[in-house]
Structures are given as structure tokens and as C-alpha cells.
């Protein structure tokens, strides 16, 4: 006789299952913008100049809603602060992460950021901002800038002076699959002809250096920031020559960067999986922002098609991606344990 003292414990659990927590993009119009989000991605997007697609987001100037599912129609934001649970209960009153696709038709303007310690005190408590590029298509011949060459404040101040911009700054040529990390303090800037998944702190502070003088629609020049400039640029950094990824791949995943803020992998599947043989991801996160950045298939059996950016949440222990297509790539981040 079955001893039903000890059976385990029945379905009727107030627990809900977790699942994949799937955003709406929200887009951003920018001078530099065009609508390659549309023609490239397939994204229906707003008229006019489109820079950003903000895909995982909980930022004010951008939240993402929750496309389907129990929490269909909720913010980002709200998520956070209502259901830390699928977080992995991470302290911190934002959410941490915030996932974009630029799509550079035109330069951006030269800017840099500043680390959490100068936001908090001069931007109103804001984070400061560390991001990371991964290049999904770079026109031939495009270039990027990355870091700078002056030694010190005095240095670059007087090259701004002068309007010695190329002696000044680190301009590399950029190609697809490329990755960079720009830490606060390096200064830097997209160029035209480039497209990219941009993983970064939550913050929206950027000091603009210089903006080549252009104008926007109303006739107007955006806003210069020097002396913020000054005061965080770093004059110490070793500027990059180039962005290839040297880091070895393994089981489909390259370990791309980690850094205090945030790790970074990209995950390739190939089209030789089926559901016998996945490639496996196995939780070693708080939670996991996904973007699926080339090809379709499907993840734990729900379809995913070049565009979808989704939420793994704590309680997920495992992803089963398998390929449709030629091969599915992946661009995976999440942020440190407390
Ligand atoms: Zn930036």
C-alpha cells in the first residue's frame, strides 16, 4: 500500500511555472538614425530617422512592455519591482541591464560616459555607464572610434581647441562580428555604416565631445557637455587596434566579456541540432537577457525567430535551443550575483 504520508507534494501549487518573459522594442528617433530596423530586422518602426531599437529595457526614457504571456502588457520596470522573485531576488532599486540595437546610418556624435561613482554624484543617483558592442553587419571600410590619444586634460582640451580631431582620437576600421568593451571614461563613437547589439548599464548619461557641427531638424546643434568630458575621460586607457574576438568557443558559446556590470556570450547553434541534441545552456545567471540575432528555431520548444529579445527568469535551470535555419546565433547577457 502506497504510504500517502510521504507522497510528493500535489500540482495545486500557488507557484506559477516560470517562463520566457518576451519585450516590445521601443524606438528611438536619432539624426544619425535611417530605417535600417525595418529593412534588415523587419521591425514595424515609427517614421523618420531611426537610430535605436531599445529591445530589453526597464529605463524610464524607454521601458519595455511584456509582449505575451501571464505578465502580458506590464513594464519592465514594473516586473522588477513587483516580481523580484524572477530575478533571482538581486537587490538594486533599477534593473540593471538595458539591450539595444543601433542601427548607424550616420556618425554618432564623439561622446563618453561616466562611471557610477561621477553619475550619482552630478547625474541625480543615475548609474554610470559601461557598454559593449557586438557588430552584427559593418559596411566595407566602415570605421569606429575607441579611445584617444592625449596623455592628459590639458592635452585634450588643447586638441579640441585646435579642432586636431583625427590626431586625436582612435580610429579603427570595424567588421562584422566584431565585439569592443568601452569602459566609462573611453571615449568613442559609431560610425555610419554599422549595426550593432549594444549591451550596457541601465543609464541614459552621455557627454558629448563633439557632434561635427550638424544640425538637427529645427535648425538647432545638440547640446555639447566638455567640461563633463573632461572631468571622465580616462587619460590612462590603452586604446584598441581592433575588435576581433579572440576568446576560444566551446559547446556554441563564446564568453565575449565579463566585467563587474555585466557578462556577455554569444551562442551559436547549428542547424545539425534537433531535439535529441540541443545546445544546452545551463542557469549560471540571476536571470538571462537573450537577443536572437541571426536565423530562427526554437528555445525549450517555443519558436524564436532574427529580432526576438526575451527574459530567461530564475527558475528556468535549463535551454534547449535547436536551429531551423543555416544556424541560429544568440547575443546572451546577465549581471553579477549580488
Ligand atoms: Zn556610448
Known sequence: MADTAHAAPAAHTTHRTPELIFLEPVFHQKIWGGRMLESDFGYQIPDGPIGECWAISAHPAGDCKVAKGSYAGMYLSELWTQHRELFGNLSGEQFPLLVKILAA?????IQVHPDDVYAAEHEDG????????????????????????AHSREEF??????????????????????????????????????L?????????????????????ADGSLREL??????????????????????AVEKNGVTRLIACDRYTVERVRVAATT?????????????????????????VNGQVLARGDHFIVPAGIDVLSFVSTT????????YPPAD
Open 326 to 333: 543555416e544556424s541560429m546565433e544568440l547575443i546572451c547577457s
Open 126 to 149: 543615475s548609474l554610470g555607464k559601461c557598454e559593449c558592442w557586438y557588430v552584427l553587419h559593418a559596411e566595407p571600410g566602415a570605421t569606429i572610434v575607441i579611445g584617444q590619444n
Open 225 to 246: 557637455h566638455l567640461q563633463q568630458s573632461l572631468d571622465v575621460i580616462d587619460y590612462n586607457q590603452q586604446p584598441p587596434t581592433n575588435g576581433t574576438i579572440t
Open 274 to 298: 534537433d531535439a535529441a541534441t540541443p545546445t544546452q545552456l545551463t542557469a549560471h545567471w540571476p536571470f538571462l537577457c537573450v537577443s536572437v540575432i541571426e536565423g530562427s528555431g526554437t
Open 196 to 216: 550593432i547589439l549594444e549591451t550596457q548599464q541601465s543609464s541614459d548619461v552621455t557627454y558629448r565631445v563633439y557632434d561635427y557641427d550638424r544640425r538637427q
Open 105 to 109: 546610418d550616420d556618425d554618432l556624435s
Open 157 to 194: 582640451a588643447r586638441a579640441v581647441d585646435a579642432g586636431n580631431w583625427d590626431e586625436l582620437l582612435n580610429i579603427i576600421p570595424v567588421k562584422t562580428g566584431d565585439f569592443f568593451q568601452i569602459d566609462p571614461g573611453c571615449v568613442h563613437a559609431i560610425r555610419g555604416g554599422t
